[in-house]
């Protein structure tokens, strides 16, 4: 079992092994062709594995408290910034509904600014993503602007919302 990095009664995120890529590759290519929309992009093996060796990322993943399933995974990034600005790059779950998402949204943030001292933490999101935009906001995250049709997917153009939560807002 890999260490525990934070966790409630509900989830607890561990530190990603290489023998956690298989299932964390697997929930990202659901994530990839949910309803022929991209909601996660694909990395490939090598890539998630530099993430796991890279200082300035963390990547963790998402455990049911009273399961050794891994149900989903996440990705941190600037973690060795100046700025104190970390980014949540991704955040991918197996299973939607199920509370899953705001219980990790929020374990998420108390890791960023109590125990890695962040001042603000950032995410972009598709705009077609509603149920995250919807999850973020009633988190405490603010709309800070749009990157308009900056994705291309299956030759059409997306725009990402970016949005941020500052420590004085947690």
Same mark, same amino acid.
């Given at each position: ?56 990322? %963390? ?61 603000? %933490? ?43 939560? %500052?420590?004085?807002?947690?």
């Amino acid at each position: 079992m890999t260490k525990v990095v934070i966790e409630d009664e509900t989830i607890r995120l561990c530190y990603t092994t290489e023998g956690d890529i298989d299932d964390v590759l697997s929930i990202e290519e659901v994530q990839h062709d949910h309803q022929k929309r991209r909601y996660v992009y694909l990395w490939s093996r090598e890539r998630h594995l530099k993430s796991i060796e890279m200082k300035d990322e %963390l990547h963790l993943i998402i455990r049911a408290s009273n399961s050794t399933e891994i149900i989903g995974y996440v990705i941190l990034s600037g973690l060795e910034g100046k700025d104190d600005v970390i980014s949540l790059d991704r955040i991918a779950l197996k299973h939607k509904g199920k509370g899953y998402g705001r219980k990790c949204v929020r374990l998420i943030k108390e890791l960023c600014f109590n125990k890695l001292n962040c001042n603000r %933490l950032w995410l972009d999101v598709f705009e077609y993503n509603e149920r995250a935009i919807k999850l973020y906001i009633s988190e405490g995250f603010t709309h800070e602007g749009t990157l308009r049709k900056c994705k291309k997917h299956n030759n059409q153009y997306y725009s990402l919302n970016i949005m941020s939560i %500052l420590r004085e807002e947690y």
